[in-house]
């Protein structure tokens, strides 16, 4: 058959993997609950362990075996649905009032919780520039490299945050509520020096990022003006029958946007953001929140490809005595920069030192939002593979540790479930908002 039609046997094998790689994330995801970590912390490892990292050692070349190169194409465009879906979702689930809320505590510690750690990974950055085997690819701007690093030091996981949040009762405590504020803007932020870092990496030129920023504010312009009232009214005038309809043309509102912003040089996913950051909320909202369920729920059907897909690029296999080093290094500077970034503030504005060492771990914690940040560096030539698998360990090191010392600081042991949404709600696609519905 792969000699009768090498293309059909080529989707036939991505299927295959495809229903292989799901079944495996399955298990792993069982043991993360078992250890009362979040799901996500075992769909990163599965993806890892499918990889040469582990899978590699084996003999055989087993990944290559069970995901060939000619098929892993077709698995990344599935996980890149996956993602475009995921962070509609995060834009969809965006809380403007919760932030609103705290903005008079909040202003101080988020300031501190995106100025130390991005100045620490800024520094970090500038460092490793000097070293073009960490760099993927030459002709990186300083800048450009300096900016994504900050960017990727300083983001919260808001999905894998909200779950651990529920996880120990804290979605009704200022704690939880003050934790998933800040995360929010954090992300939003983060999103949007992303784009700036994007923007100076692919373009060339004055001339090159002026076209950039120009076409980006018509985009704005248009999501603000035209998308968000247009989807106002149809909000309104549409009756729960139409929500299965509605789906669809969410879901292509979703894939026009990103290829609007892949176009212009910001990267897709910015425009599946921003498209569920302007849908309408409230009352407007009700016939939206039942059309977006089943796009979430395809989502979380999809996103595990993403992990295997990240995994296969990560080969711990290549590290060194100096990557070790610059992974712990990594660490410590993610784990430093959040952590104090945060706490200092936050005893600063009259928490107590228990609460503020709980509010910095909670917003040390990086998970999918982190991957999916990785992902965009990576494919971007912005890291090396070394760098780029470091990286990963981080994002994996800081996740998994914020369960186990939240409870030890809060003095509760083992986390516990208050009212936890459907399962598996901390896939990062399910139970994401702050409302924790």
Known sequence: MADANPTEWHVVVAIGGAGLLLLVITVFVGLARRLRQPAVIGEMAAGIVLGPSVLGLVGGDLPDVLFPPAVRPYLTVVAQIGVLLFMFVIGWEFDRSMVAAHRNRAVLIWVGSLALPMTLGMGLALLLYRHTDLVGRDGVPAVGFALYLGVAMSVTAFPVLARIIVDHGLQSRSLGVLALALAA?????????????????????????????????????????????????????????????????????????????????????????????????????????????????????????????????????????????????????????????????????????????????????????????????????????????????????????????????????????????????????????????
């Open 185 to 437: 803007a954090d992300d939003v932020f983060a999103w949007c020096v992303l784009a700036v870092s994007v923007a100076l990496v692919t373009v060339s030129g004055l001339g090159g990022y002026l076209s950039v920023v120009a076409w980006s504010a018509v985009y704005l312009a248009c999501m603000v003006w035209v998308v968000r009232p247009v989807a106002a009214i149809a909000a309104r005038r549409l009756s729960a029958s139409a929500a299965p309809y509605l789906t669809v043309a969410l879901a292509g509102g979703v894939f026009a946007s990103a290829f609007a912003t892949s176009a212009i040089g910001i990267h897709a996913i910015f425009g599946a953001f921003c498209f569920g950051l302007v849908m309408p909320r409230g009352s407007d909202g009700a016939v939206l929140r039942q059309a977006v369920e089943p796009i979430r729920q395809v989502g979380l059907v999809l996103m595990p490809v993403f992990f295997v897909v990240t995994g296969l690029s990560v080969d711990l296999t290549t590290f060194t005595g100096s990557t070790l080093l610059l992974t712990g290094v990594i660490i410590a500077v993610a784990c430093l920069g959040k952590l104090g970034g945060v706490a200092l503030p936050a005893r600063l504005s009259g928490m107590s030192a228990r609460d503020a060492t709980a509010l910095g771990l909670l917003m040390n914690t990086r998970g999918l939002t982190e991957l999916v940040i990785l992902s965009v560096g990576f494919s971007l030539g912005l890291l090396s593979v070394q760098l780029y698998s470091a990286m990963v360990v981080m994002a994996l090191f800081t996740t998994a540790m914020a369960a186990p010392l939240l409870a030890l600081t809060l003095r509760e042991g083992p986390a516990r479930s208050v009212s936890p949404p459907p399962e598996p709600a901390d896939t990062d696609l399910a139970g994401l908002s702050a409302r924790t519905e």
